[in-house]
T-cell receptor, first 116, second 112 residues
């Protein structure tokens, strides 16, 4: 089954304790992206990757890191989580497409993170 | 001003009603437009792309007005299962970053 998976689905942690949220897709997509969703603010992009070893900042990259060592995986790293990073996080992937056209993005099920 | 703006709703409509959502976007250079659907606490899923000539998929019709920079979604004969949040999505061209910008969503509640 074609899908995007994220782990963990739920996480409660404390300020300053490093964590990683994994994202994996099995559709051979070049493009992967991380979003956070907060009430009233919609989905905001954190980081994205156009292909292996190519990553770039989105709208709200502060406090986050990513890596893209393999095509299928795009982990999100919070080196020192803070309470303002409490949010619902989504990973998404798509075929790259040629500008100005964009392809459908497939989303993972989401990770609900609470930082105390 | 937000890049993509939507009326947050909620729109409460009876089954069988026709309901329309509008969305405005600020970037006149945007080229790609979508409507995504998001059920409560679930991931967004593509409902339909929006093409310049307008397009229809069953009970759903999407329209694009480039001159006024707005996109619309019309749902006919609403079903209980249509209850969800509808996200307007536009490609962002800011600083050459290839990304999609999501509106905050319009919540629809279809009542029996």
């Amino acid at each position: 089954e074609a899908q995007v998976t994220q782990n963990p689905r739920y996480l409660i942690t404390v300020t300053g304790k490093k964590l990683t949220v994994t994202c994996s897709q099995n559709m051979n997509h070049e493009y992967m992206s991380w979003y956070r969703q907060d009430p009233g603010l919609g989905l905001r992009q954190i980081y994205y990757s156009m292909n292996v070893e190519v990553t770039d900042k989105g709208d709200v990259p502060e406090g986050y890191k990513v890596s893209r060592k393999e095509k299928r995986n795009f982990p999100l790293i919070l080196e020192s989580p803070s309470p303002n990073q409490t949010s619902l996080y989504f990973c998404a992937s798509s075929f790259r497409g040629e500008p100005p056209h964009y392809n459908e993005q497939f989303f993972g099920p989401g990770t609900r993170l609470t930082v105390l | 001003r937000k890049e993509v703006e939507q009326d947050p709703g909620p729109f409460n409509v009876p089954e069988g009603a026709t309901v329309a959502f509008n969305c405005t976007y600020s970037n006149s250079a945007s080229q790609s437009f979508f409507w995504y659907r998001q059920d409560c606490r679930k991931e967004p899923k593509l409902l339909m792309s929006v093409y310049s000539s307008g397009n229809e998929d069953g009970r759903f019709t999407a329209q694009l007005n480039r001159a006024s920079q707005y996109i619309s979604l019309l749902i006919r004969d609403s079903k209980l299962s249509d209850s969800a949040t509808y996200l307007c999505v536009v490609n962002s061209m800011d600083t050459g970053r290839r990304a999609l910008t999501f509106g905050s969503g319009t919540r629809l509640q279809v009542q029996p």
